[in-house]
């Protein structure tokens, strides 16, 4: 999106911006010194990944192409006068798709990021070891049309390994064990959901997911208008609202809550999970996954950087923006670089966070009722951690909802992705959620030490490997694990957003510019 200079556009991604001018806090640290290191670098093994499902045939999808297109041909320039130098400030997603669309257009887009590294919410880097080191544990649905049709445009799509067409919980009350939801070929949507609950026999009863259904009826005969107007209530008052089970909170909810938004479904407005659930239960393959094969850094970040620069645009990191200069009138004088840099543009786009956007907003656009809303957006913290594990865990080519009071989704990046593979060792990706009372949670961890997280971790992971999680002492949540279990921590890292996607607690989606 272009701008004029009277106001800078916010581009207020839940899931792609990340805040340029807070470092990451994130801890490297071994278990034991004299741990032998183990290498996730490239791997020769060929694993076993499913066919790109056929994510093409949706109107989302070819409303997308259509857009993405228009910039190569309605909103293309005709001539050099209508060519805009435009400056955007911040290099995660929203930063650098929005650089790559411009120069589609003909624009000469100039990206400026605060850290060393692109990428926001998805930035990834090496440690001392030459291990990489995410941000985030991102997986790709097929019901991300804007992003698969960017893979297309990149020529990437080759990069995503496509898995079962299954979603995976642990059990909560039988350790160690698990069930799916399986997602029959063939079957087009919104069967091939219905169908995949009902044949699942250990989450739900039948009487339950008879209760479950006629809730939902208004989000797919109504639409988007049922689903803006459940914003004032949280999953679980909407559930006690429409008399769904209970259960249906524990079993399924839980699990959605925090796997979409860092938050327990008592604090997690309604229309966020029903906005999601329309779009997977409109598209056959909206819930079919896929992990990037490497690290984000290079097989995501590096293309987009690459195209936009070989068509005139450039890419800046370590730039950070000190202040937006305005004039008299409230226009846009000029950036000001925290290295004394003054940029001067056509045109401004913020692609910040909101918690930025708040921080960098000039005063005189304070009182402006386009941003005053902002005020009311808070971002949450959450935490990734990386686990690398000295054997093989018993382990699934998948994502997994631990359905856990601490973990979000985890999974086997030794098994799910090619870059980090290995046969002899785990490195386990997790998202510790809720981490804040903001977000849920009994505990404030985003201030506790990494020490303790990785403790409050390696309980949780003992109920979910109960034979295979050694009793170690260095960790005292696994002083009741049995004696067969053998699988000790010799690496871990910890990576704290102390404000990641804003906090879509009940009334808050109005808030949004947009």
């Given at each position: 999106?272009?701008?004029?200079?009277a106001?800078?556009?916010?581009?207020?991604?839940?899931?792609?911006?990340?805040?340029?001018?807070?470092?990451?806090?994130?801890?490297t640290?071994?278990?034991?010194?004299?741990?032998?290191?183990?290498t996730?670098?490239?791997?020769?093994?060929?694993?076993?990944?499913?066919?790109?499902?056929?994510?093409?045939?949706?109107q989302?999808?070819?409303?997308?192409?259509?857009?993405?297109?228009?910039?190569?041909?309605?909103?293309?320039?005709?001539?050099?006068?209508?060519?805009?130098?435009?400056?955007?400030?911040?290099?995660?997603?929203?930063?650098?798709?929005?650089a790559?669309?411009l120069?589609?257009?003909?624009?000469?887009?100039?990206?400026?990021?605060a850290?060393?590294?692109?990428?926001g919410?998805?930035?990834?880097?090496?440690?001392?070891?030459?291990?990489?080191i995410?941000?985030?544990?991102?997986?790709?649905?097929?019901?991300?049309?804007?992003?698969?049709n960017?893979?297309a445009?990149?020529?990437?799509?080759?990069?995503?390994?496509?898995?079962?067409?299954?979603?995976?919980?642990?059990?909560?009350?039988?350790?160690?064990?698990?069930?799916?939801?399986?997602?029959?070929?063939?079957?087009?949507?919104?069967?091939?959901?219905?169908?995949?609950?009902?044949?699942?026999?250990?989450?739900?009863?039948?009487?339950?997911?008879?209760?479950?259904?006629?809730?939902?009826?208004?989000?797919?005969?109504?639409?988007?208008?049922?689903?803006?107007?459940?914003?004032?209530?949280?999953?679980?008052?909407?559930?006690?609202?429409?008399?769904?089970?209970?259960?249906?909170?524990?079993?399924?909810?839980?699990?959605?809550?925090?796997?979409?938004?860092?938050?327990?479904?008592?604090?997690?407005?309604?229309?966020?999970?029903?906005?999601?659930?329309?779009?997977?239960?409109?598209?056959?393959?909206?819930?079919q996954?896929?992990?990037?094969?490497?690290?984000?850094?290079?097989?995501?970040?590096?293309?987009?950087?690459?195209?936009?620069?070989?068509?005139g645009?450039?890419?800046?990191?370590?730039?950070?923006?000190?202040?937006?200069?305005?004039?008299?009138?409230?226009?846009?004088?000029?950036?000001?670089?925290?290295?004394?840099?003054?940029?001067?543009?056509?045109?401004?786009?913020?692609?910040?966070?909101?918690?930025?956007?708040?921080?960098?907003?000039?005063?005189?656009?304070?009182?402006?009722?386009?941003?005053?809303?902002?005020?009311?957006?808070?971002?949450?913290?959450?935490?990734?951690?990386?686990?690398?594990?000295?054997?093989?865990?018993?382990?699934?080519?998948?994502?997994?909802?631990?359905?856990?009071?601490?973990?979000?989704?985890?999974a086997?990046?030794?098994?799910?992705?090619?870059e980090?593979?290995?046969?002899?060792?785990?490195?386990?990706?997790?998202?510790?959620?809720?981490?804040?009372?903001?977000?849920?949670?009994?505990?404030?961890?985003?201030?506790?030490?990494?020490?303790?997280?990785?403790?409050?971790?390696?309980?949780?992971?003992?109920?979910?490997?109960?034979?295979e999680?050694?009793?170690?002492?260095?960790?005292?949540?696994?002083?009741?694990?049995?004696?067969?279990?053998?699988?000790?921590?010799?690496?871990?890292?910890?990576v704290k957003?102390?404000?990641?996607?804003?906090a879509?607690?009940?009334?808050?989606?109005?808030?949004?510019?947009?």
């Open positions: 999106m272009i701008v004029r200079n106001v800078l556009s916010t581009l207020l991604s839940t899931a792609l911006a990340f805040q340029p001018h807070i470092p990451l806090t994130t801890t640290s071994r278990t034991n010194n004299n741990a032998r290191r183990i996730t670098g490239a791997s020769t093994l060929v694993m076993k990944d499913y066919p790109k499902p056929n994510v093409e045939d949706t989302n999808y070819r409303d997308a192409t259509a857009l993405s297109q228009a910039f190569t041909s309605s909103l293309k320039v005709k001539n050099d006068a209508q060519r805009k130098n435009v400056a955007i400030i911040g290099g995660g997603l929203s930063g650098l798709a929005c790559k669309y120069v589609d257009a003909g624009h000469i887009p100039t990206v400026y990021e850290r060393d590294v692109l990428g919410k998805v930035s990834a880097w090496q440690d001392p070891d030459g291990d990489w995410e941000t985030g544990l991102h997986i790709f649905f097929g019901a991300y049309p804007n992003v698969m960017m893979f445009e990149l020529g990437i799509h080759d990069r995503l390994q496509w898995k079962i067409h299954q979603m995976i919980f642990a059990m909560q009350e039988l350790p160690g064990e698990f069930t799916t939801f399986d997602f029959i070929p063939g079957i087009p949507a919104p069967f091939n959901f219905g169908l995949a609950i009902l044949m699942n026999q250990k989450m739900l009863t039948f009487g339950e997911k008879l209760q479950t259904a006629p809730p939902l009826l208004p989000m797919l005969i109504e639409g988007q208008s049922f689903i803006d107007a459940q914003d004032e209530l949280s999953v679980t008052q909407f559930m006690r609202k429409y008399g769904m089970p209970e259960r249906i909170n524990e079993e399924v909810f839980i699990a959605m809550a925090k796997a979409l938004d860092f938050i327990d479904p008592d604090k997690l407005s309604m229309t966020v999970v029903l906005t999601a659930m329309n779009r997977f239960l409109n598209e056959s393959n909206g819930l996954m896929a992990f990037l094969d490497g690290n984000q850094s290079e097989r995501w970040c590096g293309p987009y950087k690459e195209y936009i620069e070989s068509r645009g450039v890419v800046k990191t370590n730039a950070p923006i000190k202040e937006i200069v305005t004039n008299d009138d409230g226009s846009i004088k000029h950036l000001l670089l925290r290295s004394g840099e003054t940029i001067v543009a056509d045109e401004y786009v913020s692609a910040m966070p909101v918690d930025i956007v708040k921080r960098m907003t000039p005063k005189s656009w304070q009182n402006m009722p386009y941003f005053r809303q902002l005020e009311e957006l808070e971002g949450i913290p959450v935490i990734n951690l990386h686990m690398w594990f000295n054997r093989k865990l018993k382990a699934v080519d998948h994502l997994c909802f631990s359905r856990s009071p601490l973990l979000s989704v985890y086997d990046m030794s098994v799910t992705c090619k980090y593979a290995s046969d002899t060792k785990s490195m386990l990706e997790l998202v510790f959620a809720p981490c804040s009372p903001l977000a849920g949670g009994n505990v404030n961890w985003i201030g506790k030490s990494d020490e303790e997280i990785i403790d409050a971790t390696m309980g949780e992971l003992a109920r979910l490997f109960p034979t999680i050694a009793n170690d002492e260095a960790w005292p949540s696994t002083c009741e694990q049995g004696p067969n279990g053998e699988a000790k921590l010799v690496k871990y890292a910890v957003v102390p404000r990641s996607v804003y879509a607690i009940p009334g808050e989606c109005s808030h949004r510019c947009g």
